[in-house]
C-alpha cells in the first residue's frame, strides 16, 4: 500500500523530458551506481534522483497537492526518450535502477525514509512503463555486453532482460482488472525471448 495517496487531488500534470534531461539521468545513474554499498551515498544519489523528477520536500508535496509518482513519471519518460535517441544502455541501467530499488532498498525502508528522500514504489502503470521500456532496450543489445562494471560484481544485459521478462509475464498473470497490465503484445515478445533464451542455454 502506498504511503502517499492523491485521492481527490488534482490531475497531475504530463511530465515533458528533452536531450538535458536524457544527459542528466546519465549523471545521476552514474552517482548511484558508483555509491552502491554505501548508506550515505546511496541515499544521496536517491534523493538527487527523486529531486531531478520534481520532488522538493515531503510538506511541499501535501500542501501542493502534488503527484507522489512524479519522480518515476519522469524516470520512465527519460528513459522512453532515450530509447528514441538510441540509448539503449541508459535505459537498461534504468531498468537496473527500478529493480535495485523495488526489489532489494525499497523493502528495507520504511514512511520515514520515503518521505526524506522523496521515493516510494512507482504506481503500477508507471512501473510498467519502466519495466517494458528496459526490456525493449536490452533486448536489442548483446546479452554479453556489460550493463555495469560494480567492484561487488558485473551485470550483464542478460541478466536484466532476463528480469525485464519475467517481471512482464509475471503483470501478464495479474487478475483481471489489475492496474498497470503491459500490452498483449509486449507480453507475447518477452514470452518468445524468454523462450529463445532458453533454448540457447540447454
Do not use: C, N
Not at 532489494?104 to 521500456?133: K, S
Amino acid at each position: 500500500m502506498p504511503l502517499f495517496s492523491r485521492r481527490g487531488g488534482p490531475e497531475p500534470e504530463p511530465v515533458a523530458v528533452g536531450p538535458d534531461d536524457v544527459r542528466r539521468l546519465a549523471a545521476l545513474l552514474d552517482q548511484f551506481e558508483l555509491a552502491v554499498g554505501r548508506d550515505g551515498a546511496v541515499r544521496r544519489a536517491v534523493a538527487a534522483i527523486a529531486h531531478a523528477g520534481g520532488f522538493t520536500t515531503f510538506l511541499d508535496l501535501v500542501m501542493a497537492q502534488g503527484d507522489p509518482d512524479r519522480p518515476w513519471k519522469w524516470l520512465a519518460a527519460v528513459a522512453e526518450r532515450a530509447a528514441v535517441e538510441g540509448e539503449l544502455v541508459l535505459v537498461g541501467r534504468a531498468y537496473l535502477f527500478v529493480d535495485f530499488w523495488t526489489g532489494t532498498l525499497a523493502p528495507l525502508l520504511g514512511p520515514d525514509d520515503w518521505m526524506e528522500l522523496g521515493l516510494e514504489r512507482p504506481e503500477p502503470a508507471t512501473g510498467t512503463r519502466l519495466v517494458v521500456a528496459g526490456f525493449e532496450a536490452l533486448r536489442r543489445l548483446p546479452g554479453r555486453d556489460v550493463l555495469v562494471d560494480h567492484p561487488s560484481g558485473v551485470i550483464t544485459v542478460a541478466t536484466m532482460t532476463i528480469s525485464a521478462a519475467l517481471r512482464i509475464v509475471a503483470l501478464s498473470d495479474a487478475a483481471t482488472g489489475a492496474e498497470g497490465l503491459p500490452a498483449r503484445t509486449v507480453v507475447a515478445d518477452a514470452r518468445q525471448w524468454l523462450d529463445a533464451f532458453r533454448g540457447q542455454t540447454s
